[in-house]
């Protein structure tokens, strides 16, 4: 199983970085390995999502249930796909009114030993890059 997490400190607020990881239909415009996001259902504190993601020239649908606290906490954990494992966690913690601390951690293993070699190395550099990724759509929306 693969694991990686980051902290960082962020020059945005809490609930606009929170809005901006809860945007799943804009994943494609932002993260390069998300060909395609959208959200299935919606309920409070709660909502499925299916994003394909471009991995190693193939494409990769996968289904996840969000639950969230709003402006805190969004858990993520899989429901079908190419994983046999894959949860994520996020949080923001405000530190002004114009800055919060972003944790994001994730864990994800693929079902098939193939796609696991294939794969992993580029969606673990996807991983790596989240929170900056993140970052940057926040300073390009609202956060200048």
Request: hydrophobic share 50%; glycine share 2%.
């Amino acid at each position: 199983m693969r694991s990686f997490e980051e902290t960082r400190e962020i020059a945005c607020a809490a609930d606009t970085m929170f809005d901006i990881v809860m945007d799943i239909e804009a994943y494609p415009a932002f993260l390069p390995w998300v060909a395609d996001a959208r959200v299935l259902s919606r309920k409070p504190g709660e909502l499925s999502a299916e994003l394909v993601a471009d991995l190693a020239g193939a494409r990769h649908s996968f289904q996840t249930v969000d639950r969230f606290v709003a402006n805190k906490l969004v858990e993520v954990r899989l429901l079908e796909g190419p994983f046999r494992f894959l949860e994520s966690v996020w949080t923001f913690e405000p530190l002004s009114d114009v800055r919060c601390k972003v944790h994001f951690s994730i864990e994800f293993e693929f079902r098939s030993m193939m796609l696991d070699m294939i794969a992993s190395p580029i969606f673990s550099t996807a991983c790596r890059s989240m929170v900056q990724s993140f970052e940057k759509r926040a300073m390009e929306l609202a956060c200048i």
